[in-house]
């Protein structure tokens, strides 16, 4: 009787021992496709240069092996300000598979400025020596992961400028352009063709009060040279007064997200009137209507080592995808390795209007490199 309990016992013990074993191997089976565990992160931290203080918030996954760096747009908008974004209950967020950067410029966002304003740092070579700073910043405090910089509208110029410099071609290993404004005088052309196609349009649907406005926009002719300032102003105005309708709603719970987080790193009034200052600062206004006509890295596309994401709304009237044809045309010449999307029905901000599409499309490149 012994002896078979002996047994019996044995034999539970062997089962016992097999189904943990049997657990093991399933859950390593799991985990193989799965990202590395989430260890969220929090963190903010300044980014000091030529005067100017620059926080950098770090949200995500601290065990990822990679940091997205993100360059905001405007000139004058914030990164913190949208860095909820990124998080949610999707398993393709960025929050949970990559640990993310989101920086605010100089004069621009949450930062802390010189007053009075220092004039000779207001120019896109600075703000990518800037963004040069970021990462070397990035690199002491997060050792041995790979950055990929990602900048929106004004932020492709800021961009364009940082990964066109041989000198920091150690400092990024991607990058990633949305709607990206890198070229101001293609810029202009690209808002002169975009408004004469819109009246067209109109005009074939019936609509003849756009007859004299085409005749306006055929009578202009743009030099790279020369800045004639009223008729870039009157092209801008033109291209927002001609947005195509029908604009995808922005989602409140993404919107959310975004004013949680934000209020959560800058809870105080002062660092929001600081913001908002920010945002409408002569330096804002210096930038966007007397230098980003002026914005041209064509000649340094040749230094470009890295592989690349391009991203352009197909509705966009901030930067028509117009902008990007010369872009994309000097890349393919010099042989860059890039991929280009084009969102239908999408206009100046993919990351609100698309975002899941935006954000799987980050994804899949950032993971395939």
Same mark, same amino acid.
């Given at each position: ?37 989430? &260890?969220?992160? &929090? ?5 000091? +240069? ?15 092996? @990679?940091? !997205? ?37 100089? #004069?621009? /966002?949450?930062?802390?400025?010189p007053d009075p304003v220092d004039w000779s740092t207001v120019n896109v070579g600075q703000y990518a020596e800037d963004c040069a700073m970021v990462t070397e910043q990035l690199k002491i405090r997060f050792p041995g992961k790979k950055i990929i910089v990602v900048g929106h509208s004004w932020g492709g110029a800021v961009l364009t400028k940082f990964i066109s410099n041989s000198a920091y071609q150690?400092? #990024? +290993? ?9 070229? /101001? ?16 349009? $109109?005009?074939?649907? /019936? ?28 092209? &801008?105005?033109? =291209? ?13 719970? !993404? ?43 064509? =000649? ?8 690349? $994401? ?22 393919? $010449? ?17 990351? @609100?209007?698309?975002?899941? &599409? ?12």
């Amino acid at each position: 009787m012994k002896t078979r309990i002996n047994n019996i016992n044995k034999t539970l013990f062997y089962l016992f021992i097999a189904a943990i074993g049997l657990v093991m191997l399933l859950a390593g089976g799991c985990k193989k496709d799965e990202p590395p565990p989430s &260890q969220s992160c &929090q963190e903010l931290f300044w980014v000091t +240069n030529k005067g100017a203080q620059m926080p950098v918030l770090m949200t995500g996954n601290k065990e990822s092996a @990679f940091i !997205v760096l993100f360059i905001h747009g405007g000139p004058g908008s914030s990164s913190i300000e949208v860095a909820g974004i990124y998080s949610g209950n999707s398993p393709e967020n960025l929050t949970d598979n990559f640990l993310l950067a989101s920086w605010d410029q100089r #004069y621009a /966002g949450y930062s802390i400025n010189p007053d009075p304003v220092d004039w000779s740092t207001v120019n896109v070579g600075q703000y990518a020596e800037d963004c040069a700073m970021v990462t070397e910043q990035l690199k002491i405090r997060f050792p041995g992961k790979k950055i990929i910089v990602v900048g929106h509208s004004w932020g492709g110029a800021v961009l364009t400028k940082f990964i066109s410099n041989s000198a920091y071609q150690d400092k #990024y +290993n991607g990058w990633v352009t949305a709607e990206g404004m890198v070229n /101001g005088f293609e810029l202009a052309n690209a808002m002169l063709s975009y408004s004469s196609r819109r009246c067209n349009e $109109l005009i074939a649907e /019936g609509k003849v009060q756009y007859v004299d406005t085409l005749a306006y926009l055929n009578s202009v002719v743009l030099d790279p040279v020369a800045y004639d300032k009223p008729t870039f102003l009157r092209l &801008q105005m033109l =291209a927002l007064s001609l947005e195509i309708p029908g604009q995808k709603p922005f989602d409140p719970e !993404v919107l959310s997200r975004c004013s949680k987080l934000e209020k959560s790193v800058f809870p105080d009034s002062a660092d929001q009137n600081r913001k908002i200052s920010n945002a409408g600062s002569p330096v804002t206004l210096e930038i966007f209507y007397n230098q980003v006509y002026f914005i041209n890295s064509n =000649a340094s596309y040749v230094n470009i080592s890295k592989p690349g $994401l391009i991203i352009w709304g197909e509705n966009d009237c901030v930067v028509p995808t117009d902008a990007a044809s010369p872009f994309i045309g000097r890349l393919v $010449l010099l042989g860059k390795t890039f991929q280009f999307k084009l969102y239908p029905d999408c206009w100046h901000t993919p990351m @609100f209007s698309n975002t899941q &599409q935006y954000i799987d499309d980050i994804k899949k490149f950032v993971d395939g490199l």
